[in-house]
């Protein structure tokens, strides 16, 4: 069964560090998101792809935060400098798009980030 | 803009009892809301979803919700709740001119022997 794959799984890392976390989307999924969960919330949207395009990063902290999706394929969300706050999960989803009559996304298993 | 709301953060059922998980959706144009279910340190697995065909959906695991427009609710429901349901449920609602799903809280239940 295709699943949406990232890595790391786990990061631990310092304030002020540069983090970086990978996503391959299901193959042939044209639309790629990146959410962010702090603990007891539910995820909150960073930023949307459309192939290699971005739709919408309307909720992207563009200061620190940084995401490509370079070919339109797989997709890089960095942090840098990370800050205590920015400890969460960090959900990676994919979608086919286009017209389809509802947007069903699936989720891959998400990077934990602890900034110490 | 449409958002949805979990009545209850916690929810702790006995095994073998009903399972009942509110949600409530505020929208100006028709939904479509999903449940997902989300173990610990895992991603998200939809569990079902409303797209404007039948109000009463089953899902998988034995789940199903009914969409109700007059009360604007989409409540989840389980006859009898197993060990392994014990896990965080999110309700999320899309709008049909408009793919962002936005999430609840979510619910955490945990299941009593």
């Known amino acids: 069964e295709a699943e949406v794959a990232q890595s790391p799984r786990y990061k631990i890392t310092e304030k002020s560090q540069a983090v970086a976390f990978w996503c391959d989307p299901i193959s042939g999924h044209a639309t790629l998101y990146w959410y962010r969960q702090i603990l007891g919330q539910g995820p909150e949207l960073l930023v949307q792809f459309q192939d290699e395009s971005v739709v919408d990063d309307s909720q992207l902290p563009k200061d620190r935060f940084s995401a490509e999706r370079l070919k339109g394929v797989d997709s890089t969300l960095k942090i840098q400098p990370a800050e205590l706050g920015d400890s969460a999960m960090y959900l990676c989803?994919?979608?086919?798009?286009?017209?389809?009559?509802?947007?069903?996304?699936?989720f891959g298993p998400g990077t934990r980030l602890t900034v110490l | 803009a449409q958002s949805v709301t979990q009545l209850g953060s916690h929810v702790s059922v006995s095994e073998g009892a009903l399972v009942l998980l509110r949600c409530n959706y505020s929208?100006?144009?028709?939904?479509?809301l999903f449940w997902y279910v989300q173990y610990p340190n895992q991603g998200l697995q939809l569990l079902l979803k409303y797209t404007s065909a039948a109000t009463l959906v089953k899902g998988i695991n034995g789940f199903e919700a009914e969409f109700k427009k007059s009360e604007t609710s989409f409540h989840l429901t389980k006859p009898s709740a197993h060990m392994s349901d014990a896990a965080e449920y999110f309700c999320a609602v899309t709008l049909s001119n408009d793919y962002k799903l936005s999430f609840g809280a979510g619910t955490t239940v945990t299941v009593r022997a």
């Open positions: 929208s100006s144009v028709p939904p479509y």
């Open positions: 989803a994919s979608s086919l798009g286009g017209e389809s009559s509802y947007n069903e996304q699936f």
